[in-house]
Nanobody, 127 residues
């Protein structure tokens, strides 16, 4: 049974930092395009960052320079380091894996390509 389990969310003040983790079990994530998405109430789910099987990364303009995506293949774990957080970063954050394209991240991302999703972890940033 494949599972993605996020952790690390919480409440912080603007300017603070959080590190999200996404532990995968039941399959090897190293050959997938891995992504973090977020969804705020009343808004569509949006891409935050991606990392492909070769470690190439991509970020939404809104988080460039503040967020870092990384992975530890040995631990089968994906990370999102978030710094200089803003109230507009408040959302439920989801990790997801696309294992349909040989580890390549195809843009624009299509949510339906992501076979596996975590349950989400809430990030709340207060001003």
């Amino acid at each position: 049974q494949v599972q993605l389990v996020e952790s690390g969310g919480g409440s912080v003040q603007a300017g603070g930092s959080l590190r999200l983790s996404c532990a995968a079990s039941g399959y090897t994530s190293s050959s997938s395009c891995l992504a973090w998405f977020r969804q705020a109430p009343g808004k569509r789910r949006e891409e935050v960052a991606t990392i492909d099987s070769d470690g190439r990364t991509n970020f939404a303009d809104s988080v460039k320079g503040r967020f870092t995506i990384s992975k530890d293949n040995a631990k089968n774990t994906l990370y999102l380091q978030m710094k200089s957080l803003k109230p507009e970063d408040t959302a439920m954050y989801y990790c997801a894996a696309d294992n349909n394209h040989g580890g390549i991240c195809l843009y624009p991302l299509i949510l339906a390509d992501f076979t596996y999703w975590g349950q989400g972890t809430q990030v709340t940033v207060s001003s």
